[in-house]
């Protein structure tokens, strides 16, 4: 499984866009870019997902670079909901496993 | 909104007994995963299963073993307990198409004394 890379932490204003970073430099091809996110004491839920093009939802909005070995996690107008751990996830065209990295924990100050 | 329910929010066992954890989702969902979560490790994936009676190993499935009979439910059994067991579990289901999302349930935080 390709492996994914995300700052440990992020701290953003409330109010205020939040842009999560994501690498994946040995993405293949055929997977797809998926974004989950953990509020505390509550399973991960999904926030967005992605193959080569960009992506908006209710929640979120996602950017794809060009080459695919990274991608972005937009929140446009960061609330103290959405402190939580983030997780990027590749998702290989074949295979039916999910592997979830360490994330990036979003603080956000009011 | 897709549901998936775990029977137990929290659990205590004993070292030994068996122990089952139950999950039910009701979406029609193909895939089915269970997934344990623990400080410092992340999400780890126990078993997954793409159809009934069938199931697949994940990356940790010492010490466990799975049940689907029905396409809605599927069991994680820990044969028996020990303490390093003792973790969050987290239940998860999909459709089968590769670009289907995961739907998680809330977990079951399972102490083991």
């Known amino acids: 499984d390709a492996k994914t890379t995300q700052p440990n932490s992020m701290e953003s204003n409330e109010e205020e866009p939040v842009h999560l970073p994501c690498n994946h430099s040995?993405?293949?091809?055929?997977?797809?870019i998926h974004w989950y996110r953990q509020l505390p004491s509550q399973g991960p839920e999904y926030v967005i997902h992605?193959?080569?093009s960009n992506v908006n939802n209710r929640m979120a909005s996602l950017a794809i670079a060009e080459d695919r070995k990274s991608s972005t996690l937009i929140l446009h107008r960061a609330t103290l909901r959405d402190a939580a751990v983030y997780y990027c996830?590749?998702?290989?065209?074949?295979?039916?496993?999910?592997?979830f990295g360490p994330g990036t924990r979003l603080s956000v100050l009011p | 909104d897709v549901k998936v329910t775990q029977s137990s929010r929290y659990l205590v066992k004993r070292t030994g007994e068996k122990v089952f954890l139950e999950c039910v989702q009701d979406?029609?969902?193909?895939?089915m995963f269970w997934y344990r979560q623990d400080p410092g490790l992340g999400l780890r994936l126990i078993y997954f299963?793409?159809?009934?009676?069938?199931?697949e190993k994940g990356d940790i499935p010492e010490g466990y073993s799975v049940s689907r009979e029905k396409k809605e439910r599927f069991s994680l059994i820990l044969e028996s307990a020990s303490t390093n067991q003792t973790s969050m579990y987290l239940c998860?289901?999909?459709?089968?198409?590769?670009?289907?999302?995961?739907?998680f349930g809330n977990g079951t935080r399972l102490t083991v004394t």
């Open positions: 998860a289901s999909s459709f089968g198409a590769v670009d289907s999302p995961l739907h």
């Open positions: 040995t993405i293949s091809g055929t997977d797809y």
């Open positions: 992605g193959l080569t």
């Open positions: 996830i590749l998702r290989a065209n074949y295979g039916q496993n999910f592997v």
């Open positions: 979406m029609d969902h193909e895939n």
């Open positions: 299963s793409y159809d009934v009676k069938m199931k």
